[in-house]
């Protein structure tokens, strides 16, 4: 299991993968494709290269380098919120999961970009913006093997 999908020390970069440059601050971006769709394959190995980020955004918004990460968005489940090919920043500290926000998750050995819903009863709902896809419902997520990587804080989408 790579970096990004494992509680390994490597899964929390460290501040030298982190490094600053006067006023930005480098996000590792793993090779991993979280899907829109109906579920990504996790590799198991994971390069990284880096995205840099302005330090007064972070710090804006609360976001600690040392949690963050970049992937790509696969699929087209999410559109028009992310679109194929889309950058996602992902706060791997955010885990907790809220109501209405979008996550990346990991389910039945797939990674999915997806909005939360709660439904009474200890029931998740994986919601697709694209209303060709039907939400995956998910009973009792932490008995079912749901991990949660982290919230998705902001996207990069090119025009």
Same mark, same amino acid.
């Given at each position: 299991? $790579?970096?990004l999908l494992?509680?390994s020390?490597?899964?929390?970069q @460290?501040?030298?993968?982190?490094c600053?440059?006067g !006023?930005?601050i480098k ?11 109906n579920? @990504? /394959?996790?590799p &198991?190995?994971?390069?990284? !290269?880096a ?14 380098? $040392?949690?963050? &990460?970049?992937? @790509? ?5 999410m /559109?028009? #919120?992310?679109n194929d ?8 500290a $955010?885990t #907790?999961?809220?109501? %209405?926000?979008?996550y ?6 797939n990674?999915?970009?997806?909005r939360?819903?709660y439904?009474?009863g ?5 919601? &697709?913006? $694209?209303?060709q896809?039907a ?7 932490e008995a #079912?093997?749901v991990?949660?990587v %982290? ?6 989408h /090119?025009?």
């Amino acid at each position: 299991m $790579n970096a990004l999908l494992t509680d390994s020390p490597a899964a929390q970069q @460290s501040d030298d993968v982190n490094c600053t440059a006067g !006023q930005f601050i480098k996000v590792p971006r793993f090779e991993v494709e979280a899907s829109a769709g109906n579920g @990504s /394959e996790v590799p &198991s190995e994971a390069g990284t !290269q880096a995205y840099a980020f302005n330090r007064k955004w972070l710090d804006k918004r609360g976001l600690k380098p $040392n949690t963050l &990460s970049v992937i @790509s968005v696969r699929g087209d489940s999410m /559109e028009p #919120d992310l679109n194929d090919g889309d950058l996602v920043l992902i706060d791997l500290a $955010n885990t #907790d999961l809220a109501d %209405g926000k979008i996550y990346a998750v990991q389910y039945s050995g797939n990674l999915f970009v997806k909005r939360v819903q709660y439904i009474p009863g200890d029931t998740v709902r994986l919601v &697709s913006r $694209n209303a060709q896809y039907a939400p995956i419902e998910i009973k009792t997520p932490e008995a #079912d093997g749901v991990r949660v990587v %982290g919230r998705v804080v902001a996207s990069m989408h /090119e025009w």
